[in-house]
């Protein structure tokens, strides 16, 4: 959620639960503005709150000028104020990472113990040798953050565009879904880097437009993982079609507001 | 005045960052004085938001004022009798056919309305403004079914909920089961908020106390004190389930007068080989610090809602066995609410429970197996 409307963004998500207190809106409404500034980004996107056990981590993303999917950078805070850089894991790390279950403590010097046990030797002098890593909270946070973005964080189609120079911006001219497409699952895409992997049959691609379906539709996961509720927002503007709410299971608390 | 002050609780849970935003929850405000209008209640809560896949439930927890219920009871039971005397011209016709030896367990009876479980009833609304629809009183057997589930509502209340072990009933008694089991193990209340009674000699086992009043003498905690991460400060105000699924325990073995003169030549031969143990749990108004540990970390997360201005911070008391139920605590007031999907935190991923062993037809002994002869 871009932090120029976050106060008013936040409020659409609010039936759903999703609720930062007064205090936590003013703190990210001044603090955005001045990593925004700081870090020298062109645009800090709020992305949400992981809830610890002692403390809860809000993030942040920054996105500089480049390509939005790839100059994107991840930060964490616990009081909404001071920000921290999540670091980027290599590929074995954050394999680890994805194996800890459990919820989140809340202190990102906490240690967690991750056994690896590689069988050494083969037949029958096999033996088990664990080796105990120790995985810091910060690394799991980046590993966890990862994996939910790549699941979960969808954009309505035609949002955005690759323009001539195959560089992806947004598409400052969509004015939004219309009622019928809202509910349909091919009419958003995974925001990630991955080319179109959908089965589509040839005389259905003729009528893809190469500047907007360049992503993977949601039809690629079993059904029964996403579902729309419609809801009508009359007191704004009456034109503006109904607000999708979208629901995703199983990573029920990501909810997506798309107008 | 049966209805509470929501908005007012609801700024406190805003403190916390928990709640539905003021204008959801002003239109389930009205919703709430409208169910206070059409019936006769003593008092009303607003318990909180379940969601569901296609639609969400909104609950309200309600204490009847005496013998108002019961006059709404009785439409119900008039059409259950009808049902029953159907029922037995069938058996009839099945006589002729072998019986077998098997006998389900006994069922468990539920407990009555205004004790226990069904201490208080639930009314459940899709949106705020839809029509209140009451749920039924909550029976022990769909407790223990429900404990081994983990399915997702819809929003539709008779829809079947199909599963393994197979739920007795619908929708509807699969949420109620889930508000049982939320309601007991996360209403908790400030210490000494609540007292027992003290002339409560016959039931001085503690087994059976069951009620309490609100301590009229309360002198309300500073923040501070409610947020200390020992816990001691706060008490479970509902009562423990048993894993029999009442909370007063029934043994299910002691049988009725009628049934001991048709059985006394069966008793001889099959007696229970273990007299069921009478279960016990953690007796009214335990301090919350007694509860079982999540994944070795605190069944509950204590903060206050700002670190700033600690002066006008609200207690925050967040539950870590299920995830949504959260309290806040401030000079007299506290509340506790539930905003979330209705299941139980665990931390490995849901596998149902397998299915029985298959039975053995006969005993596997020399003389039955089948021996190849060759001549």
């Known amino acids: 959620m871009n932090s120029e409307g976050l106060t008013l963004s936040i409020e659409y998500l609010a039936?759903?639960?999703?609720?930062?207190?007064?205090?936590?809106?003013?703190?990210?409404?001044?603090?955005?503005?001045?990593?925004?500034?700081?870090?020298?980004?062109?645009?800090?996107?709020?992305?949400?709150?992981?809830?610890?056990?002692?403390?809860?981590?809000?993030?942040?993303?920054?996105?500089?000028?480049?390509?939005?999917?790839?100059?994107?950078?991840?930060?964490?805070?616990q009081d909404c104020m001071k920000w921290c850089m999540l670091p980027i894991l290599a590929d074995s790390r954050a394999q680890m990472c994805r194996s800890l279950s459990g919820r989140f403590i809340g202190d990102p010097t906490y240690e967690y113990e991750y056994i690896d046990v590689k069988v050494v030797g083969e037949g029958e002098e096999a033996e088990e040798e664990t080796n105990t890593v120790l995985?810091?909270?910060?690394?799991?946070?980046?590993?966890?953050?990862?994996?939910?973005?790549?699941?979960?964080?969808?954009?309505?189609?035609?949002?955005?565009?690759?323009?001539?120079?195959?560089?992806?911006?947004?598409?400052?001219?969509?004015?939004?879904?219309?009622?019928?497409?809202?509910?349909?699952?091919?009419?958003?895409?995974?925001?990630?880097?991955?080319?179109?992997?959908?089965?589509?049959?040839?005389?259905?691609?003729?009528t893809l437009d190469q500047s907007i379906d360049f992503w993977s539709t949601l039809n690629t996961i079993a059904e029964g993982c996403w579902h729309f509720t419609l809801k009508e927002e009359v007191a704004d503007h009456p034109q503006k079609s109904p607000l999708a709410r979208i629901l995703i299971l199983p990573r029920p608390l990501e909810q997506k507001k798309i107008r | 005045m049966p209805l509470p002050d929501l908005m007012d609780i609801s700024y406190y849970f805003e403190q916390a960052g928990v709640g539905l935003g003021r204008e959801e929850t002003f239109k389930i405000f009205l919703a709430l004085k409208n169910l206070v209008d059409t019936h006769t209640l003593q008092n009303v809560r607003f318990w909180g938001k379940v969601f569901g896949t296609v639609k969400n439930y909104i609950v309200a927890e309600v204490e009847y004022r005496e013998g108002a219920e019961d006059d709404e009871v009785e439409e119900e039971e008039v059409e259950e009798k009808v049902q029953e005397e159907e029922e037995e011209d069938e058996k009839n016709e099945e006589e002729d056919l072998p019986k077998t030896d098997y006998k389900p367990p006994p069922k468990i009876p539920k407990e009555e309305n205004g004790t226990g479980c069904n201490k208080k009833t639930y009314f459940v609304c899709n949106e705020p403004g839809t029509e209140w629809i009451k749920l039924p009183p909550v029976d022990p057997a769909e407790i223990v079914c429900a404990r081994q589930l983990k399915k997702f509502f819809t929003g539709d209340l008779s829809a079947p909920v199909i599963s393994y072990p197979p739920f007795p009933g619908l929708e509807m008694n699969y949420l109620r089961a889930q508000i049982a089991r939320i309601s007991a193990a996360t209403h908790i209340s400030p210490i000494d908020y609540?007292?027992?009674?003290?002339?409560?000699?016959?039931?001085?086992?503690?087994?059976?106390?069951?009620?309490?009043?609100?301590?009229?003498?309360?002198?309300?905690?500073?923040?501070?004190?409610?947020?200390?991460?020992?816990?001691?400060?706060?008490?479970?105000?509902?009562?423990?389930?048993?894993?029999?699924?009442?909370?007063?325990?029934?043994?299910?073995?002691?049988?009725?007068?009628?049934?001991?003169?048709?059985?006394?030549?069966?008793?001889?031969?099959?007696?229970?080989?273990?007299?069921?143990?009478?279960?016990?749990?953690?007796?009214?108004?335990?301090?919350?610090?007694?509860?079982?540990?999540?994944?070795?970390?605190?069944?509950?997360?204590?903060?206050?809602?700002?670190?700033?201005?600690?002066?006008?911070?609200?207690?925050?008391?967040?539950?870590?066995?299920?995830?949504?139920?959260?309290?806040?605590?401030?000079?007299?007031?506290?509340?506790?609410?539930?905003?979330?999907?209705?299941?139980?935190?665990?931390?490995?991923?849901?596998?149902?429970?397998?299915?029985?062993?298959?039975?053995?037809?006969?005993?596997?002994?020399?003389?039955?197996?089948?021996?190849?002869?060759?001549?």
């Open chain 1, 135 to 206: 995985v810091k909270e910060e690394d799991r946070l980046a590993a966890v953050i990862d994996e939910i973005d790549k699941e979960v964080h969808i954009v309505p189609r035609g949002a955005y565009v690759k323009t001539a120079t195959a560089k992806i911006v947004t598409n400052r001219s969509f004015e939004g879904l219309n009622n019928l497409d809202c509910k349909k699952l091919c009419s958003y895409f995974h925001f990630r880097n991955t080319p179109n992997t959908d089965n589509i049959k040839l005389l259905a691609k003729a």
């Open chain 1, 15 to 77: 039936s759903t639960g999703i609720l930062l207190s007064t205090e936590q809106k003013a703190a990210l409404q001044t603090s955005l503005v001045m990593l925004q500034n700081a870090q020298k980004f062109h645009e800090v996107h709020f992305w949400g709150k992981i809830v610890g056990i002692k403390e809860s981590y809000f993030i942040a993303s920054g996105i500089g000028k480049g390509n939005e999917l790839q100059d994107r950078k991840f930060l964490y805070s």
């Open chain 2, 194 to 375: 609540f007292k027992f009674e003290e002339d409560d000699d016959d039931d001085s086992d503690g087994e059976g106390r069951d009620s309490y009043t609100i301590n009229v003498e309360f002198e309300p905690l500073p923040v501070y004190e409610l947020v200390d991460p020992s816990l001691n400060n706060w008490v479970h105000h509902m009562q423990h389930i048993l894993p029999q699924g009442r909370c007063q325990w029934v043994n299910p073995t002691l049988k009725t007068e009628n049934e001991e003169f048709d059985e006394d030549e069966e008793e001889e031969e099959n007696e229970d080989p273990d007299e069921p143990q009478q279960e016990e749990g953690p007796p009214l108004l335990t301090m919350i610090n007694q509860d079982s540990d999540v994944d070795g970390l605190p069944a509950w997360s204590a903060a206050r809602s700002s670190d700033l201005i600690p002066a006008y911070s609200v207690a925050v008391l967040k539950s870590n066995t299920w995830p949504g139920a959260c309290t806040f605590g401030f000079d007299k007031k506290f509340e506790n609410v539930y905003i979330g999907f209705g299941h139980k935190y665990s931390s490995e991923n849901y596998s149902p429970p397998p299915p029985p062993p298959v039975f053995e037809e006969y005993l596997t002994d020399l003389e039955v197996t089948e021996v190849l002869i060759r001549l």
